[in-house]
């Protein structure tokens, strides 16, 4: 137990994340039980240390003024058509670094999720999404087609013809996610006179908009790419109890409301 609590620890001093901290211990205590189950040894060491606890991080959504804000400041810039993807569709970062242009029909307004850039070791990588309802096909507001045309017509103009993404640096290569932390999104805030958040903080923003404007929780949750409808309650539960007020509103304006 001392060597996996020791294990867990240094993980985490070396900055691995909470949940992935979480996935070794699983993956760790499952060998184990087999090793024990095969007698190869004794006894299941995870079994004297506790599980890791994820620490739940505030979400930060952007106001809707704050993304109007946002779209305006970068109208010009290199990247808009990316913010006004995020905020529109709710896709990862990972889907939208993945997203190549035979995934995306301007005509009929569309696009298809159909794979997502990772991280491995250093190492870029496109992958399938993890699972078959991160495979989805999104329709597109008419801003954001517009934008994406646009900026179709700004990587051929930097002679991007044969990128493989969407999404490029300057060079036509895969976006890596600290580089465009540092050298995009951060200025791109303070530019736009907007306090820090995160960049998936975008996809919150998507989430809450939507809901807040009444659209069904399972249309939402469709859109973002949930497992399920419940995994999208219980991540933006306070956004719905929010909503409980105008609810009873709307029920007592029906049932009042006199027949002709």
């Known amino acids: 137990p001392g060597g996996v609590q020791g294990m867990l620890a240094n993980w985490r001093r070396a900055g691995g994340g909470d949940r992935k901290r979480q996935n070794v211990y699983v993956v760790l205590k499952?060998?184990?039980?087999?090793?024990?189950?095969w007698g190869r040894v004794s006894r299941n060491a995870c079994d004297g240390v506790d599980r890791p606890r994820a620490v739940k991080r505030d979400m930060k959504p952007l106001s809707a003024n704050e993304a109007r804000q946002l779209l305006a400041a970068t109208r010009d810039d290199r990247f808009h058509a990316l913010f006004a993807l995020a905020l529109s569709t709710g896709m990862r970062q990972g889907e939208l670094f993945g997203l190549s242009w035979d995934d995306v029909d301007l005509v009929v307004g569309s696009l298809r999720v159909t794979r997502q850039l990772i991280e491995v070791s250093g190492n870029l990588k496109l992958t399938p999404p993890k699972t078959k309802r991160s495979r989805r096909t999104l329709e597109l507001t008419d801003a954001t087609v517009e934008a994406l045309v646009d900026h179709r017509a700004k990587m051929l103009r930097e002679g991007h013809v044969a990128a493989d993404t969407v999404f490029c640096d300057s060079r036509g290569g895969l976006l890596r996610?600290?580089?465009?932390?540092?050298h995009v999104w951060i200025p791109t805030l303070k530019a736009a006179s907007i306090d820090y958040r995160g960049f998936h903080n975008l996809r919150h923003t998507c989430a809450t908009l939507t809901l807040g404007a009444g659209v069904p929780v399972h249309v939402v949750s469709a859109v973002l790419g949930h497992a399920n409808a419940s995994t999208t309650l219980n991540t933006y539960a306070h956004i719905l109890d929010g909503m409980q007020s105008a609810a009873r509103d709307k029920i007592s304006e029906i049932l009042s409301a006199t027949t002709a």
Do not use: E
Request: charged content about 20%; overall charge positive.
């Open 30 to 37: 499952v060998a184990l039980s087999l090793a024990v189950k």
């Open 177 to 182: 996610k600290s580089n465009f932390r540092n």
